[in-house]
């Protein structure tokens, strides 16, 4: 038996007493047990921004840090003032290297193109993963990562909070129960790209700030210099570093439709861009805007299905939504015989349309989540991945209907997808799009 089976063992055992010490207290109570042994040791992978931030702390309120890791030194020095117990990384290559046996979950907060990269190292190594959205950069690191889990019996959770939110859990009940009736269609839309997308590469050079390790920001991608048009957090629209205005916000407004209607595997992809999208600009960034069809077959008690994605601006037809006003983002299912708003990015709320139809409606009941990080946390104490909604099997199968957005943009036609064979069965150039290459040292 290894050591790591050793010790996810002991998590599981003690989880028990562990969880009578949390009941009745606060969710930072969650590391108040009898036993240091028990406490879930995090490795913390870009720990500044909003993300790196929140993911950061919540894994300290659920057990504690031993691992900090970030490009950014900056970053990471403000984070090792919070946490000064934590050893400090700028590669997380190195600290898997030195700290395998000292680490039992990870949490993985950087830009897209380095989920899978640093994710799947640790998996590998038996650590169960908090990863932050689009769980990857590409549609076949998405079925891998979602594969490593389970064959690794690996705890994960995917940062989509929303999943944990009572709103998006009720409507999803509501979808299943069929009190909206056969759904047909659904719309999502966003007010992302917040960046600049639809350009070209700059031709000149930038000095790099002193605090940013540079090549170790482009990881798997191809080297190129340094310029403030990337980083920060301009790196979204980038395709070598991001995964544009779907990659950024779908997982969250696609997040409800999807587990509610199984809307994976699509059978055929359709985009329209920008049609300023041309040259230079396709092979570099995402387009300013664009709309999405996705075609959805039969699944299991649901009739076929049609997704609409629209971003930069463009919107679902007024007369959907029966007299009520969008808002810059939101999503819309239709079904024969009724339908569901929410003009949240996470669905937190919504309402029932059309709404004197609703007026004496009884909701269902569902499942109150603990919290979105609480749930993996307790999924690793308990031994149960299927406690943290949001894991890589179905985590998995929600980026890849994303991410199949994207592939269809580049490919420039509509694709029709094999989902079982990870393929495009219409342009056999366009499977390119599915997966990338990796700069060496940084291959999965």
């Known amino acids: 038996m290894s050591r790591q089976s050793t010790r996810r063992e002991f998590l599981a055992q003690t989880s028990t007493l562990a969880a009578a010490c949390w009941a009745g207290t606060s969710r930072q109570g969650w590391t108040q047990e009898t036993s240091a042994n028990s406490v879930i040791r995090f490795a913390c992978v870009g720990v500044g921004?909003?993300?790196?931030?929140?993911?950061?702390?919540?894994?300290?309120?659920?057990?504690?840090?031993?691992?900090?890791?970030?490009?950014d030194e900056d970053a990471l020095e403000k984070a090792g003032l919070r946490y000064p117990k934590a050893r400090k990384f700028v590669d997380f290559r190195k600290m898997f290297d030195e700290m395998a046996d000292s680490i039992d979950a990870v949490t993985v907060s950087t830009p897209?193109?380095?989920?899978?990269?640093?994710?799947?190292?640790?998996?590998?190594?038996?650590k169960h993963c908090f990863c932050q959205k689009p769980l990857t950069h590409s549609v076949a690191e998405s079925r891998l990562m979602r594969e490593l889990a389970r064959d690794k019996k690996l705890c994960t959770q995917m940062g989509n909070q929303g999943t944990s939110y009572n709103g998006l859990r009720e409507a999803v009940e509501i979808v299943r129960r069929g009190d909206i009736g056969s759904v047909k269609e659904v719309h999502i839309w966003t007010n992302r790209p917040l960046w600049p997308q639809g350009g070209v590469r700059p031709k000149e050079a930038e000095e790099c700030p002193k605090h940013l390790h540079w090549d170790l920001f482009l990881g798997p991608a191809k080297v190129r210099p340094y310029h403030?048009?990337?980083?920060?957090?301009?790196?979204?629209?980038?395709?070598?570093?991001?995964?544009?205005?779907?990659?950024d916000v779908a997982c969250h407004t696609m997040?409800?439709?999807?587990?509610?209607?199984?809307?994976?595997?699509?059978?055929?992809?359709?985009?329209?861009?920008?049609?300023?999208?041309?040259?230079?600009?396709?092979?570099?960034?995402?387009?300013?805007?664009?709309?999405?069809?996705?075609?959805?077959?039969?699944?299991?008690?649901?009739g076929p299905c049609t997704l609409y994605w629209y971003d930069g601006g463009k919107r679902p037809p007024e007369e959907l939504f029966l007299g009520e006003k969008q808002n810059a983002s939101g999503s819309l299912v239709v079904?024969?015989?009724?339908?569901?708003?929410?003009?949240?990015?996470?669905?937190?709320?919504?309402?029932?349309?059309?709404?004197?139809?609703?007026?004496?409606?009884?909701k269902p009941t569902y499942q109150v989540s603990p919290g979105h990080f609480t749930e993996f946390a307790s999924a690793i104490k308990e031994g149960k991945p299927e406690l943290a909604m949001s894991?890589?099997?179905?985590?998995?199968?929600?980026?890849?209907?994303?991410?199949?957005?994207?592939?269809?943009?580049?490919a420039g036609k509509k694709i029709e997808w094999d989902s079982t064979n990870l393929k495009i069965t219409n342009d056999a150039a366009a499977n390119q799009f599915i997966s990338r290459e990796y700069r060496k040292g940084w291959e999965l």
């Open 335 to 362: 079904g024969d015989k009724g339908r569901i708003f929410s003009s949240n990015d996470y669905h937190g709320d919504y309402m029932l349309l059309p709404k004197p139809e609703f007026v004496d409606y009884k």
């Open 228 to 247: 403030s048009a990337y980083q920060p957090f301009k790196w979204r629209g980038w395709q070598d570093f991001g995964t544009g205005a779907l990659g």
């Open 391 to 410: 894991n890589f099997d179905y985590a998995g199968r929600l980026s890849e209907t994303v991410l199949l957005g994207n592939v269809a943009l580049r």
């Open 49 to 71: 921004g909003n993300k790196g931030e929140s993911d950061r702390d919540d894994a300290g309120r659920h057990g504690d840090i031993v691992a900090i890791c970030d490009i």
């Open 255 to 302: 997040n409800m439709s999807v587990m509610a209607l199984q809307l994976f595997d699509p059978i055929s992809i359709e985009a329209v861009s920008d049609p300023d999208w041309t040259g230079e600009a396709r092979t570099e960034t995402y387009p300013k805007h664009c709309t999405i069809k996705y075609e959805f077959g039969p699944r299991g008690k649901f």
């Open 112 to 126: 897209d193109h380095t989920h899978a990269p640093a994710s799947v190292r640790a998996m590998r190594l038996g």
